[in-house]
């Protein structure tokens, strides 16, 4: 699949909520339970240090993410996102190209380490893609995570030097 990563722009917003909302819906990847609406959408991307949105050859937004502080001061240098793909593009490399792009952004921003707080543990996919980038796992929180149906998983958090 031809996949291109640039960052995000006003008109993108609409896509941006969509995919975004399609993994909080899902309930197994991030920890938001309210969906959002352009509104809200608009303004929690236009907070982020970067936003970048993986589009094909027809412009259509596949994928998108979100890079930010994951704390201030003296551990202002560690950066956090996240990643969220459409249904539909799922396993085809949207993803590896998502994080490509956001270690890019996070180093010209001024980062030196990415962290990611709480991947959960049967996010396989996103593991593995993070693993074969470099990323190395710091441990294990059980139960870290309540999955939509209400049961625990364990979550791992992972870095990256930059």
């Known amino acids: 699949m031809d996949v291109r990563v640039r960052e995000y722009a006003g008109p993108d917003v609409a896509a941006m909520v969509e995919i975004w909302n399609q993994v909080v819906e899902d309930g197994v990847a991030f920890p938001q339970e309210e969906p959002l609406n352009l509104e809200s959408g608009g303004?929690?991307?236009?907070?982020?240090?970067?936003?970048?949105?993986?589009?094909?050859?027809?412009?259509?937004?596949?994928?998108?993410?979100?890079?930010?502080?994951?704390?201030?001061?003296?551990?202002?240098?560690?950066?956090?996102?996240?990643?969220?793909?459409?249904?539909?593009?799922?396993?085809?490399?949207?993803?590896?190209?998502?994080?490509?792009?956001?270690?890019?952004?996070?180093?010209?921003?001024?980062?030196?380490?990415?962290?990611?707080?709480?991947?959960?543990?049967?996010?396989?996919?996103?593991?593995?893609?993070?693993?074969?980038?470099?990323?190395?796992?710091?441990g294990t929180i059980p139960r870290g995570f309540r999955m939509k149906d209400g049961h625990f998983e364990d979550i791992c958090p992972y870095y990256r030097a930059l």
């Open 43 to 138: 303004a929690f991307f236009a907070g982020q240090t970067c936003c970048g949105v993986a589009e094909d050859g027809d412009g259509r937004v596949l994928g998108m993410y979100i890079l930010h502080p994951n704390n201030v001061g003296r551990c202002g240098h560690i950066c956090n996102a996240s990643y969220a793909v459409s249904r539909d593009c799922r396993g085809m490399g949207v993803g590896e190209a998502l994080v490509r792009h956001c270690l890019e952004r996070a180093r010209e921003a001024g980062f030196t380490i990415l962290q990611f707080n709480a991947v959960v543990a049967c996010n396989t996919r996103a593991r593995k893609l993070y693993e074969r980038l470099g990323f190395v796992q710091l």
